[in-house]
């Protein structure tokens, strides 16, 4: 009866121990690093057209005399204009399309989340500089504007904590199979007129975003400035629900109730790419 006793403690023991490297590997295990710096995924740009020369009139107004201008001139103030004309990017040519691509080193994305830890209701952050996408902007014509993929590699989030950051890449996000969040645009809104220098312009970007295997589609409220002819800033934001993407929160000792709704911003920085 001893000699079963002591088996059975043994099983139970070797289960426990078992299930303790499985669940410490599972949430609190090494993960697999980024696999390379992040590139953007070129956008084929749509081709604008040129705006087409004012046919001349069938029947020309006949070049006025010099007694008509001088009668002209005598009875007619020159008429100031109401409205002073937009000065033309440096080095860019009317109705070009200038491609952007944007600079990981001077951009930043981030999620935002709140959870109670230790009994205390806090806004957990993490944040990454690895992220990639093109655009395609033609100054003149705004409505023309084009938005590529854009990439994140969720291999990088850090937070302020190490062990929710293995958590988060090994149960939650599952980073070593999928590495990348992408955001797919579909339909900019709210985008129009032409560019000036320091100008904002606020729009919607809609699109799907895809986590891990699941695609679900999101709206951002985008702001963007142009700096110069070469560089654009601008900040992207959003907000998804974790029941959406089937993002699970592992069972940990201190955190609890933890929001199903995630902010996500993009802070870009992005810098003009001449052919």
């Known amino acids: 009866m001893n ?24 949430v609190l295990g090494d993960t697999q690093p980024a696999s390379g710096p992040m590139t953007a995924i ?16 069938a029947n020309p107004t ?16 020159p008429v100031a204009p109401t ?15 200038i491609r952007y691509q944007i600079a990981a080193d001077e951009s930043k994305v981030s999620f935002r989340i709140a959870e109670d830890l230790r009994g ?58 999928y590495e990348f969040i992408t955001f797919t645009p579909t339909i900019i809104e709210g985008l129009s007129g032409s560019g000036a220098l320091d100008q904002p312009f606020t729009f919607t ?15 951002f409220e985008a702001t963007v400035r142009a700096e110069s002819a070469e560089r654009l800033v601008g900040t992207a934001t959003t907000t998804v629900k974790r029941s959406d993407y089937n993002l699970q929160i592992p069972s940990v000792p201190f955190v609890a109730n933890v929001s199903d709704e995630v902010v996500l911003t993009i802070e870009f920085v992005a810098l003009a790419v001449r052919q």
Do not use: H, Y
């Open 205 to 219: 970007i809609k699109g799907d975003l895809t986590i891990r295997d699941i695609t679900r589609p999101v709206t």
């Open 42 to 57: 070129p956008i084929t740009v749509q081709p604008t057209s040129a705006p087409q020369p004012t046919a001349a009139p």
């Open 62 to 77: 006949p070049a006025p005399t010099a007694e008509t201008v001088a009668a002209a001139t005598a009875t007619t103030a």
């Open 120 to 177: 205390q209701r806090v806004e957990a952050v993490g944040t990454t500089n690895q992220v990639a996408g093109e655009f395609a902007v033609n100054p003149s014509d705004l409505t023309t504007a084009q938005i590529g993929v854009i990439r994140v590699n969720a291999r990088t989030f850090a937070t302020d904590s190490s062990n929710r950051d293995r958590a988060i890449r090994n149960f939650i996000l599952n980073t070593d199979q």
């Open 83 to 97: 409205e002073a004309p937009t000065a033309p990017a440096a080095n860019t040519a009317p109705n070009e399309v």
């Open 3 to 26: 000699r079963n006793r002591l088996l059975l403690g043994a099983v139970v023991a070797l289960i426990v121990v078992v299930g303790g490297f499985w669940i410490f590997n599972s």
